[in-house]
């Protein structure tokens, strides 16, 4: 029996299969068969990579396909080939992108949420004004510790433009709670134009700020981004000379 046959058998449960093709003699029957499985066993991936990548929420799917890390600064032992393996992700630590507006720390973000899709990991992605928003309609409506469990089924939790929008008191304490609830259980990708220094102007609370963060950059690989923004840039190259 072929060692490649029986794994796909194994992989798409086909026990029974498995059982009937070890009688036959016809190594092309066994062939076809193989190649029929491994058609099989790639639909379903792509089937569940479509789906897990709707249940994302991207605003739009971004790839590493050109993307260029001069400009991003790592930090000790680490490059931009350690983050793309997902170690990080298989161990629950965060990242945190930190830089001006423009130097594409959503790009990254993106990139690796749809990469932990293609390995069958669960994301959620949103900009940080947008869930607030979506936490306080959850709590008015008596529901949030539904839609706080749902958050918690994520592999990883991606929070993006923190810093651009304050928050409300109410706004601010909704989304710690979800910030306490992914630590050390899940990972959270966060990109932010502001130091943490700043971000009291955006939660308010210094207290509740201190302990966000605290969660946040506990077991964090935080990436400067520098530089001018590409957006910037390329609607400059854009105007005739």
């Known amino acids: 029996m072929r060692t490649e046959l029986v794994d796909l058998c194994r992989q798409l449960r086909l026990a029974h299969v498995v059982d009937h093709v070890a009688l036959q003699q ?29 249940q994302a929420g991207f605003p739009h799917i971004k ?32 990242l945190l992108l930190m830089g001006a507006v423009g130097t594409g720390k959503t790009h990254m973000a993106t990139a690796l949420g749809v990469e932990a899709c293609r390995r069958g990991k669960t994301v959620q992605f949103y900009r940080a004004s947008d869930l607030v928003a979506v936490l306080q309609e959850k709590f008015a409506s008596g529901v949030i510790s539904r839609f706080r469990e749902k ?35 899940q990972s959270v990708i966060v990109t ?31 990436l400067s981004f520098t530089g001018e923004s590409f957006r910037f840039k390329q609607a400059m190259d854009r105007i005739p000379m």
């Open 26 to 54: 016809d190594e092309q029957v066994k062939s076809i068969v193989e190649q029929l499985l491994t058609a099989e066993l790639d639909g379903r991936r792509r089937a569940k990579l479509g789906k897990l990548v709707q």
């Open 151 to 185: 958050l918690k089924k994520a592999d990883l939790f991606i929070l993006d433009e923190v810093g651009y929008v304050p928050f409300s008191q109410t706004g601010s304490e909704l989304l710690f709670n979800v910030i306490a609830d992914c630590y050390e259980r």
């Open 192 to 222: 932010s134009n502001l130091e943490f220094g700043q971000w009291t102007s955006v939660f308010g609370d210094t207290k509740l700020t201190s302990a966000l963060v605290d969660r946040l950059v506990h077991h964090a690989h935080i």
């Open 63 to 94: 790839t590493f396909e050109g993307y260029v890390f001069d400009h991003i600064s790592f930090p000790g032992g680490s490059s931009h080939e350690i983050i793309r393996e997902l170690e990080w992700l298989e161990r629950k630590e965060n």
